[in-house]
């Protein structure tokens, strides 16, 4: 049996879950700027509601990115420094594959329905800000039939996949702002967020293949470089 303690902080949504071989047992998630004082939060809430010691745990999962520099940042570090105290292994989970596996659990759970799932691709798009959106196109086996990229959505983006015959879903907080600019009827937005139960199956995959990081030198994948801006307020 595996505990596996899922940190997801890459959007603005901290979340955190609890996985028992690969299935969910306890999650927290929440909306908002303060993740770093909730992911600890919401881990210590975690384990106590669960009866579960820190010290039980087998693993960390963390969400890699691509997304939010800044939460990228706050939940590696929480992840880094649980698994140099507890000595135990890090795993890193690609953000848009997990956010694919939740729109496959969505649907296995009926919470959305498709005319042909064998054929139909999934499109996870978490914001990048403006038109761009971070994101890599699934089959429904979470196969990637692309490579994650940074894209400035425009109405020929995804054209090889938007007139192959299956369905397009797209999902994930990028998604919405996409709609009115790919063809019209081409894709279906489905209600899919970013969530830390995301990362339970594929971080149990990869802890059992002994896929796991090195907690020293591991940095999230951020895609694009971090630009610091100048603030318009005055101060002075």
Partial sequence: MSLILCIETGTDVCSVAL????????????????????????????????????????????????????????GTSFAKGLCYALGIPLVAVESLEALAEIAVEDHEAGLFQSEDWASARLCPMIDARRME????????????LGDVTAEVVTPQSFD????????????????????????????????????????????QR??????????????????????????KKKLF
């Fill in 133 to 144: 959106v971070y994101t890599c196109v699934f089959d429904t086996s979470l196969r990637a």
């Fill in 160 to 203: 090889g996949f938007l007139h192959g015959g299956g369905e397009f879903f797209i999902f994930g907080n990028g998604a919405a702002k996409t709609v009115d600019v790919l063809p019209q009827g081409s894709v279906r937005l489905i209600e899919v967020e970013t969530s830390a139960r995301g990362l339970c199956r594929p971080a």
């Fill in 19 to 74: 996985s028992r071989d690969g299935e969910p047992v306890s999650l927290r998630e929440e909306a908002g700027r303060d993740h770093a004082r909730k992911v600890a939060v919401f881990t210590d809430e975690l384990l106590r509601e669960s009866g579960v010691d820190a010290d039980e745990l087998d693993a960390v999962a963390i969400g890699r990115g691509p997304g939010s520099y800044t939460g990228l940042r706050i």
């Fill in 206 to 231: 990869l802890f059992d293949m002994g896929r796991t990081e090195d907690v020293a030198y591991f940095e999230p994948s951020y895609l694009k470089d971090f630009v610091v801006t100048t603030g």
